[in-house]
């Protein structure tokens, strides 16, 4: 331990500098350094889940890339049907980063019960269809059986389910639109298997998932015709780079749309998030730098007889800063200390408890979401001690203006 460090440590542990006059003013420094890396521990965190969360639901119903036909969907909600036989499936193996590919198909319809009636939008999948997804959502079942031969087993969400008074184990009918055809209604009698709640209220209120041959079969479809592929992406912040990918790789009369851009409006509302994270990041760190600022200054004013001393002793004016400097960094190591043991305990108890909730409605999730990345919580207290020290550079320049004449002679 070198002189300065010596007597910064002396500085902040004697009990004459605890019952100073600066003795209040450092506490509220440490106190500031604290609250602001909680805020942004918790902005950071609660921002960045959110955003993971979001895309997962997202993800979970459409995949990261939709491949479909040009032409849209048909007046009965179905899909232009395209054929599986082709170059990219079941494995996109000319574009890298692509771990999963599976076909599905969609056809609109209206459940009717004794009571209520609700219109849906039945989601057809097939063997090939990656379940991990929707299992973390499922409360209630299992999920449906697509290996045997047709059945009628269905996985509905917990909204549905309510709405029309159904439950684990009720059968429904339901009737398709045959648009294209000018027929009447084509009726399909499901099972729920499954009961799942993603609280992303726009799927909750309008999915149920069941197998695509209903679908092949009420279309008209042989079992190589599907309504679109869904592809699943490594990395979603190359998501845009993916997509450029597909479709070059992909022949002519079929699209690629990523689902940043077939959801835009809610990818968009997400990079606010982006923006209301660096505001925080930007405001704690001017409030804690500035308070750091002023209980330098006080402390520099009250020991401005101790810098005279050091002085006429022959130390120059950069080494009487490092003290200064040096007792200013064991104060924000100390707030960071108390910042960060609160800052993630509060995370593990949101993680664990679920204590904050949200409405789905506006948020798409139940309850805040919550990302622990050591990562950022390092670079985030490095962020702080650097920047602090750098600033605190300029009041400590005030040194250099003390006389140790004028300071001792005040003795």
Same mark, same amino acid.
């Given at each position: 331990?070198?002189?300065?460090?010596?007597?910064?440590?002396?500085?902040?542990?004697?009990?004459?500098?605890?019952?100073?006059?600066?003795?209040?003013?450092?506490?509220?420094?440490?106190?500031?350094?604290?609250?602001?890396?909680?805020?942004?521990?918790?902005?950071?965190?609660?921002?960045?889940?959110?955003?993971?969360?979001?895309?997962?639901?997202?993800?979970?119903?459409?995949?990261?890339?939709?491949?479909?036909?040009?032409?849209?969907?048909?007046?009965?909600?179905?899909?232009?049907?395209?054929?599986?036989?082709?170059?990219?499936?079941?494995?996109?193996?000319?574009?890298?980063?692509?771990?999963?590919?599976?076909?599905?198909?969609?056809?609109?319809?209206?459940?009717?019960?004794?009571?209520?009636?609700?219109?849906?939008?039945?989601?057809?999948?097939?063997?090939?269809?990656?379940?991990?997804?929707?299992?973390?959502?499922?409360?209630?079942?299992?999920?449906?059986?697509?290996? +045997?031969? &047709? $059945?009628?087993?269905?996985?509905?969400?917990? %909204?549905?389910?309510?709405?029309?008074? #159904? !439950? =684990?184990?009720?059968?429904?009918?339901?009737?398709?639109?045959?648009?294209?055809?000018?027929?009447?209604?084509?009726?399909?009698?499901?099972?729920?298997?499954?009961?799942?709640?993603?609280?992303?209220?726009?799927?909750?209120?309008?999915?149920?998932?069941?197998?695509?041959?209903?679908?092949?079969?009420?279309?008209?479809?042989?079992?190589?015709?599907?309504?679109?592929?869904?592809?699943?992406?490594?990395?979603?912040?190359?998501?845009?780079?993916?997509?450029?990918?597909?479709?070059?790789?992909?022949? +002519?009369? &079929? $699209?690629?749309?990523?689902?940043?851009?077939? %959801?835009?409006?809610?990818?968009?509302? #997400? !990079? =606010?998030?982006?923006?209301?994270?660096?505001?925080?990041?930007?405001?704690?760190?001017?409030?804690?730098?500035?308070?750091?600022?002023?209980?330098?200054?006080?402390?520099?004013?009250?020991?401005?007889?101790?810098?005279?001393?050091?002085?006429?002793?022959?130390?120059?004016?950069?080494?009487?800063?490092?003290?200064?400097?040096?007792?200013?960094?064991?104060?924000?190591?100390?707030?960071?200390?108390?910042?960060?043991?609160?800052?993630?305990?509060?995370?593990?108890?949101?993680?664990?408890?679920?204590?904050?909730? &949200? $409405?789905?409605?506006?948020?798409?999730?139940?309850?805040?979401?919550?990302?622990?990345?050591?990562?950022?919580?390092?670079?985030?207290?490095?962020?702080?001690?650097?920047?602090?020290?750098?600033?605190?550079?300029?009041?400590?320049?005030?040194?250099?203006?003390?006389?140790?004449?004028?300071?001792?002679?005040?003795?």
């Amino acid at each position: 331990m070198n002189l300065e460090h010596f007597i910064a440590k002396r500085l902040i542990t004697t009990k004459e500098y605890k019952s100073s006059i600066s003795a209040p003013i450092i506490k509220i420094a440490i106190a500031a350094i604290a609250l602001g890396i909680i805020m942004m521990i918790v902005s950071i965190a609660t921002g960045t889940g959110l955003q993971q969360k979001i895309r997962q639901k997202v993800s979970a119903f459409n995949g990261h890339i939709i491949i479909s036909n040009f032409n849209g969907n048909e007046s009965d909600g179905s899909d232009e049907p395209v054929s599986i036989n082709q170059t990219f499936y079941p494995k996109f193996k000319s574009v890298k980063g692509i771990n999963h590919i599976q076909a599905v198909a969609t056809k609109l319809g209206i459940i009717r019960t004794e009571n209520e009636f609700e219109g849906i939008t039945y989601k057809g999948v097939g063997k090939d269809y990656n379940w991990s997804f929707l299992k973390e959502y499922l409360v209630e079942g299992r999920i449906p059986n697509l290996s +045997s031969n &047709l $059945n009628q087993e269905i996985l509905i969400s917990e %909204y549905l389910a309510n709405r029309l008074s #159904l !439950k =684990l184990g009720s059968s429904f009918n339901t009737f398709f639109l045959n648009g294209k055809e000018n027929k009447l209604p084509k009726s399909r009698r499901f099972k729920i298997v499954g009961i799942y709640n993603s609280g992303f209220q726009e799927f909750d209120a309008a999915y149920i998932i069941g197998d695509i041959r209903h679908i092949q079969k009420l279309n008209n479809w042989n079992v190589n015709q599907a309504g679109s592929f869904e592809v699943f992406v490594d990395d979603f912040n190359k998501i845009n780079e993916r997509g450029e990918q597909v479709y070059k790789e992909i022949p +002519s009369t &079929l $699209n690629a749309q990523t689902i940043v851009e077939k %959801y835009y409006y809610i990818f968009d509302w #997400l !990079k =606010l998030f982006d923006f209301n994270i660096i505001i925080i990041l930007i405001v704690m760190i001017i409030v804690s730098t500035i308070n750091m600022v002023v209980a330098l200054l006080v402390i520099i004013l009250e020991r401005s007889q101790m810098i005279g001393i050091l002085k006429s002793l022959g130390a120059n004016n950069w080494t009487i800063r490092k003290i200064f400097l040096y007792n200013s960094f064991y104060l924000i190591t100390r707030g960071l200390l108390w910042g960060n043991t609160i800052g993630i305990g509060l995370l593990l108890l949101q993680k664990n408890l679920e204590i904050v909730k &949200l $409405n789905p409605e506006s948020y798409y999730v139940n309850t805040a979401p919550v990302d622990i990345n050591i990562g950022y919580i390092i670079l985030l207290n490095l962020g702080t001690v650097i920047i602090c020290l750098l600033v605190l550079l300029i009041p400590s320049y005030i040194i250099t203006k003390i006389s140790p004449a004028k300071t001792i002679r005040f003795d």
